[in-house]
């Protein structure tokens, strides 16, 4: 006789748990093109689950904390989110320590300046200063952008480890502008570019009109664990003021994360 909790069908698959679709109701605001805000259609729509589920899943949320419903009746992120996020010790930690260097870099520069982190195949931004006449770009804190489009990213990819960079490399690599690299061979010469001069340079290959110079920084064992970078308006020269205090703020959350140089 068949089991009693046995579905009908016997071998059909089961079909998402609540947990997946509550994740994927969050999961529809973390696409690198996501908006600030979201309507029920447009959330059930990137969930890829139907109306009626969406309108439970996002109710939950909201009682939660993890969305507000706005005065136009679209979705935002909840700040209980942000809240939760902030305490994992990595983030926590990296934050604390970098932001005192993240700010003298801001104050030579005025312009964005980028903490980020290797998360899965993303670059996952941690922390971000901004000046009222920066250059306009889509990166926000909490957010994720692809890694071969992005200055941060280039250098977390290429310190990550090889069967990492493989994996990201097998992939469709999306274009974004003409100046995107999406060649896999290409890439490959780039990141080894990347390691020998230790500073990732990218112009307008994400945002049109924004140019970038990112450098890794390294925990006590010498491993990569974040990047900095400062972004800027494109121009035609490199300012090379902007490069040399990305490197030092990198050697300095370095030296504060316990990494000593060899001699």
């Known amino acids: 006789m068949a089991n009693a909790t046995q579905p009908h069908g016997g071998d059909a698959a089961p079909g998402p748990s609540v947990a997946s679709r509550m994740f994927a109701v969050i999961d529809a605001f973390t696409a690198p093109t996501a908006v600030r805000a979201l309507t ?22 909201v009682a939660w904390g993890g969305l507000t419903r706005l005065d136009d009746g679209r ?7 942000w809240e939760v996020g902030v305490q994992t010790p990595t983030a926590r930690n990296l934050r604390t320590i ?13 312009e ?39 200055g941060v990213g280039l250098v977390l990819l290429a310190h990550a480890p090889s069967d990492v960079i493989d994996e990201y490399l097998a ?25 020998a001069l230790g500073v990732a ?30 972004v800027t308006p494109t121009t035609p020269t ?15 959350i370095s030296r504060s994360l316990g990494y000593r140089r060899a001699t």
Do not use: C, N
Not at 40 to 59: D, F, K, N, Q, Y
């Open 40 to 61: 029920l259609t447009a959330i059930a729509e990137r969930a890829g689950l139907p109306l009626s589920t969406t309108h439970r899943m996002v109710g939950e949320w």
């Open 75 to 81: 979705y935002s992120l909840g700040l209980r989110l």
């Open 98 to 110: 970098a932001l005192p260097y993240l700010e003298d870099l801001y104050e030579v520069a005025h």
């Open 112 to 150: 964005h300046v980028h903490l980020a982190i290797l998360d899965g195949l993303d670059a996952l931004y941690v922390e971000k200063l901004s000046g009222h006449r920066a250059v306009r770009v889509i990166s926000r804190v909490g957010g994720r952008l692809p890694l071969h489009a992005t």
């Open 171 to 195: 992939k469709p690599l999306p274009q974004f502008l003409p100046s995107t690299v999406t060649s896999p061979d290409v890439l490959r010469k780039r990141l080894a570019d990347i390691r």
């Open 201 to 230: 340079f990218m112009s307008e290959e994400m945002t049109a009109g924004s140019s970038s110079v990112a450098a890794p920084i390294l925990d006590r064992t010498g491993q990569v664990v974040a990047a900095v970078s400062v």
């Open 238 to 252: 490199r300012d090379p003021a902007h490069e040399a205090a990305v490197r030092q703020a990198a050697r300095g």
